[in-house]
C-alpha cells in the first residue's frame, strides 16, 4: 500500500509543484473507519507554501490520478489528513506474490550484503547453561536469521570465556572433588562450584587417571582439572544449545586476547593517548576524560585485568574483522559495563554507533501459578536441558520470544505443555498443520490443485471480510520481519502469527474450502496456501517447528 501510495502521492505532489518541499510518510490510521493508511503531507506543505493544510489536501486529490479498480476512497480529515481506502481486489491480486516466492516470500535486502555479527550466549564454560542463557540464545538465534532475512551477511558467534579467576575456581573445585573421593577429609574451597556436575567431571578424571593426580605438583593437576572440566562443560552447552536448534558460526577465545599480545596493545594506546595511568598498583582508565562519571580500573594491583579490558580489545577485533554492525546480547546484569566499552573503542579510534546493544531480563519459571524453586539435580539453578526435557525445544524457543527483551518473563510451564489454543506456540503451530491437512484433502479427496501460474486463480472470488483480513496480515510479513530486525525486537513475530492464526481460524470458520464451485475452491485453497507459507515461514525464522501433522 505504502509503495503504490508513495508513487501515486508523489506524482501529483510533482503535478502541483511541491513534490521536493517535503518528506512523503504513510502511517496506518488507529481507527479503521478512517481507512488503511493516511498522511500528513498536506500539513507538512502548509508552512513552505503558506496555504492552509486542508486546502493543499484538496488540492492533492484533485491532482491524484488513482485506479478504481486498487482506491475505493480518498478523504480528508480534521485539520488536513488524507485518508486512503483500499479495495479488496487490490489485496487478493497480491496474494498470487506469496505464491510465486514460496520459501523466500518476507526476504528484502535492506542490509545489502553488509557483514553483520551477532555475539549471544558466550556463558563461561564453568556450568550447565541456565534458562536466562536459553531465553539469550533464543533472542541472538532468532536476531541473526532477522538480518539473514533482510539482506545481511551474518556470523553467530559465541565469545568462548576461558580466562581468569572463574576458570582458576572451576579447576580448584574439580581438584577438591576429585581428592574428596579418595579423602572425605579434604577440604573445599569456600567460593567453589557446588554443583553436582563437578563432582561427575572429578569420577572422569578418576576413571582415566586414577590416583595420578594425588602425586602431582598442585600446578601440574590444576592445569589438568581446569582442561577437562572446561572440555567436558563446554561439550555439554554445545550439545544443549543444538537441542534447541541453536548454532554458532564461530568461538571466539578470549585466551586468544592474551597470548597475542591484544590486551597490551589496548594498554599501550591508552598510555599514548594519555587515558591510562598508576594509581595504588593498579592500573586505570581514564573514563571521566571520555564522559563518563568516574574512572574505571582496568587492571587490578594482582595484575590480572578486570572485564572491561578483555571486552574493549575484543570489540576492537570486531571492528578489525570488518564487521559494519555489530549486535551484543547481554543479561541485564551487564547494564553496567556497557557504557565502559562503547566509550573504550570510541577512545581508539572506532565507531560505538555500530554497535548495538540488545538487553533481556531475567526468567521466572512458573508451575500450577507457583515459581519453581531452583534446584535441580546437576546445579543449583534450573538447567536449559531440564526445561527442554520439560515442555520441548519448540515451546521453549516460543516462550522465551514472545515477550519484549526488555521485560521479565514468567515462563508458564503448564501453559507450555498445554495441547489447546490457550499455549501460542500450540495456536500457530496448529493452525499450520490444519492448513497442510486441508491442502492433503484437497489434492487427494477433494479433487481441487492450484495452477503452476498464480495468475490463472481468480483471487477476486475470496473478496470477503474474513478473507481480506487475512489477505491484509499475509501481506503485511515482509515489513513486520523488516521492522523486527531493524528495531531488534524479536517479539514482534511471534505476536504477529499468533494474529495470522486466528485470521485463518476465523476465516476457515466462515468458509468451507473444498466447495462445488471449481474456481471458489481453488481461490480459497490458494488463500491457505498462501496462509501456511506466511506461517512456515516465520516459525523458520522464530526456529520453531512448522509440522505438517499434530
Not at 508523489?10 to 510518510?25: D, F, I, K, P
Not at 598498583?281 to 579490558?309: F, M, N
Not at 490457550?422 to 492448513?435: D, E, G, L
Amino acid at each position: 500500500m505504502k509503495k503504490y501510495l508513495a508513487e501515486h502521492v508523489g506524482a501529483a505532489l510533482e503535478r502541483l509543484g511541491y513534490h521536493s518541499r517535503v518528506e512523503l510518510q504513510f502511517e496506518t490510521p488507529k481507527q479503521e473507519a478512517h481507512g488503511d493508511l493516511t498522511t500528513n503531507v498536506a500539513m507538512l506543505l502548509a508552512k513552505p507554501i503558506g496555504k492552509n493544510p486542508r486546502a493543499i489536501a484538496q488540492e492533492i486529490v484533485g491532482a491524484l490520478q488513482l485506479d478504481p479498480k486498487d482506491v475505493s476512497g480518498t478523504e480528508i480529515a480534521g485539520p488536513g489528513f488524507i485518508n486512503f481506502r483500499f479495495t479488496p481486489g487490490f489485496f487478493t491480486r497480491q496474494l498470487a506474490d506469496i505464491l510465486r516466492h514460496g520459501a523466500a516470500f518476507g526476504r528484502t535486502n535492506v542490509g545489502q550484503g553488509r557483514k553483520a555479527m551477532v555475539e549471544f550466549v558466550s556463558a563461561n564454560p564453568t556450568g550447565p547453561l541456565s534458562v536466562g542463557h536459553g531465553r539469550q540464545a533464543a533472542i541472538g538465534d532468532m536476531l541473526a536469521s532477522l538480518l539473514e532475512w533482510t539482506g545481511y551477511a551474518v556470523t553467530r558467534e559465541y565469545y568462548y570465556n576461558n580466562a581468569g579467576r572463574q576458570m582458576r575456581v572451576l579447576a580448584q573445585s574439580t581438584l577438591a572433588r576429585y581428592r574428596q573421593l579418595f579423602d572425605p577429609n579434604v577440604p573445599f574451597p569456600d567460593d567453589g562450584y557446588q554443583g553436582e556436575y563437578i563432582r561427575l567431571i572429578a569420577e572422569e578424571i578418576k576413571v582415566e587417571r586414577g590416583d595420578a593426580l594425588l602425586s602431582m605438583p598442585e600446578e601440574e593437576s590444576l592445569k589438568i582439572c581446569q582442561a577437562v572440566a572446561e572440555g567436558s562443560l563446554f561439550d555439554a552447552i554445545k550439545a544443549v544449545l543444538a537441542r534447541m536448534g541453536v548454532r554458532h558460526d564461530e568461538f571466539y577465545n578470549e585466551d586468544s586476547l592474551y597470548s597475542s599480545g591484544k590486551i597490551d596493545e589496548v594498554v599501550q594506546e591508552f598510555r599514548s593517548k594519555g587515558l591510562a595511568y598508576d594509581q595504588e598498583g593498579a592500573v586505570w582508565l581514564k573514563a571521566t576524560a571520555l564522559g563518563l562519571e568516574q574512572d574505571r580500573v582496568i587492571i587490578k594491583s594482582t595484575g590480572e585485568p578486570t572485564y572491561r579490558l578483555p571486552d574493549i580489545a575484543y570489540h576492537c577485533e570486531k571492528f578489525r574483522r570488518g564487521f559494519e554492525l555489530i549486535v551484543d546480547v547481554f543479561g541485564a546484569d551487564h547494564v553496567a559495563t556497557i557504557p565502559d566499552v562503547l566509550a573504550g573503542v570510541k577512545a581508539l579510534g572506532y565507531d560505538p554507533e555500530r554497535v548495538r546493544v540488545v538487553i533481556h531480563q531475567f526468567v521466572t519459571l512458573l508451575r500450577d501459578g507457583e515459581q519453581v524453586k531452583m534446584s535441580k539435580r546437576l546445579a543449583n539453578f534450573v538447567t536449559l536441558d531440564d526445561l527442554i526435557d520439560d515442555v520441548g525445544a519448540d515451546a521453549v524457543r516460543y516462550f522465551f520470544l514472545m515477550r519484549a527483551n526488555g521485560t521479565h518473563l514468567e515462563f508458564d510451564l503448564n501453559l507450555a505443555k498445554e495441547q489447546s489454543e490457550k499455549n501460542p506456540v500450540y495456536y500457530v503451530q496448529y493452525a499450520h498443520a490444519r492448513i497442510a491437512s486441508i491442502l492433503r484433502f484437497a489434492s487427494g479427496e477433494g479433487g481441487v490443485r492450484l495452477p503452476e501460474d498464480p495468475s490463472a486463480i481468480d483471487f477476486g472470488l475470496v473478496a470477503g471480510p474474513a478473507e481480506v483480513v487475512l489477505t491484509k496480515l499475509l501481506l503485511e510479513f515482509p515489513r513486520i520481519v523488516a521492522g523486527a530486525a531493524a528495531a531488534l525486537e524479536p517479539h514482534r513475530l511471534p505476536a504477529y502469527l499468533t494474529d495470522v492464526a486466528m485470521a485463518f481460524h476465523r476465516f476457515y470458520h466462515d468458509h468451507r474450502v473444498v466447495v462445488p464451485e471449481a474456481q471458489v475452491a481453488q481461490a480459497r485453497l490458494a488463500l491457505c496456501a498462501c496462509t501456511r507459507t506466511v506461517l512456515a515461514n516465520g516459525l523458520g525464522i522464530l526456529g520453531v517447528s512448522a509440522p505438517e501433522r499434530m
